[in-house]
């Protein structure tokens, strides 16, 4: 594996690609904002196809950076593509898998995750993409297991978003991960935009939850289960029982209203709490694990890190110091 720069973004682009989406993360990542608590990170700008790009709208522009530049990032983005069922050039294609399969993260942005599948990065994954667009993706990619119903899904390596401006909220969200809470808030004001929507819940919930209010029998259970993650006995067959269904028929009902198994809705929601005990409390890791409903930090660690990207300790390491992006280092590097 090849030296990479944290603090490298190479941002791949298109002829004919929309302007909007092609600057997000340029935007996101790219000039410096001193004292603003950000790292200052080398966007790199790079032309995958031959002389002056045109965006769709005819707006001309040179890249200064060629392939070459993946090399070294260690973010690679795929911020939009053109038609989605034109096979992108095959020297990007290469120099993703290369990319990719030398440590990079990988990025798709909008139609960018057309890009992410025909490069066969996304096989067997799941995948965001514009609700409008999806279905394109599932039938050109049926390897993919497309949700059309989320702001962006996080799998560790590879990202991808849905449309315009999630994919704001999907690069925010990396800059959360990797370099912690108040750099990815520094950038969102100084874009005037939140930091996470939806409460910080968007990548989790994938659809409105009911209101307990409105009789829905699930907006109560779901809201008792949000009031006590706590609770070790609160699994799914208790919900199943405090909603009086069956297993079967909950799973199926929870499954039509959030697009998620109620076991994986769990797991977030317990995840999440933790994220927030983390950053906002000083209890042990254990501790913490105990409050959202795990025997021990050994229990809550795998999930914690599929969810979330990084280790409890070595997230919470970049929330109360902040040292790791100052020093250049992404919070996921070491830490237990």
Known sequence: MSARDPLAVAVLMFDRAPLFETSVPISVFGGGRPGAGVPRFDVRAVACDPGPLRTSAGVTFRAPHGLEALETASTVVVPS??????????????????????????????????????????????????????????????????DASVLFV???????????????DACLH?????????????????????PQRSGGQAQYIERPLPDPETGDPLGEVL?????????????????????????????RRFRAL?????????????????????????SS???????????????????????????????????RTGDAFRAGRPAGTGGA
């Open 174 to 194: 990396l800059v959360r991960r990797r370099f912690g809470a108040r750099a990815a808030g520094a950038i969102a004001r100084r874009m005037v935009v939140p």
């Open 81 to 146: 593509w053109r038609i989605a069922d034109e096979r992108p050039p095959e020297t990007v294609l290469g120099a993703l898998r290369a990319a990719h399969a030398d440590g990079a993260v990988v990025v798709g942005l909008c139609l960018g995750a057309f890009v992410l599948a025909a490069a066969g990065l996304l096989d067997g994954r799941r995948a965001a993409t514009h609700w409008m667009f999806a279905p394109t993706l599932a039938a050109l990619h049926p390897e993919v297991r497309v």
């Open 285 to 319: 890791v254990d501790e913490v694990a105990r409050r959202v409903g795990f025997a021990n930090g050994v229990a809550l660690r795998p999930h914690f890190r599929r969810l979330v990207g990084v280790a409890p300790q070595t997230y919470r390491d970049t929330f």
């Open 258 to 282: 959030t697009g998620s198994s109620p076991l994986q809705w769990l797991l977030a929601q317990r995840v999440m709490q933790a994220q927030r005990l983390l950053e906002g409390t000083g």
């Open 223 to 251: 809201a008792h289960a949000i009031r006590h993650l706590d609770d070790p006995g609160l699994d799914v067959d208790a919900l199943a029982g405090r909603a009086f269904m069956s297993r079967r028929s909950f799973d």
């Open 154 to 168: 996080d799998d560790g390596d590879i990202l991808t978003s849905a449309g315009t401006a999630a994919g704001i």
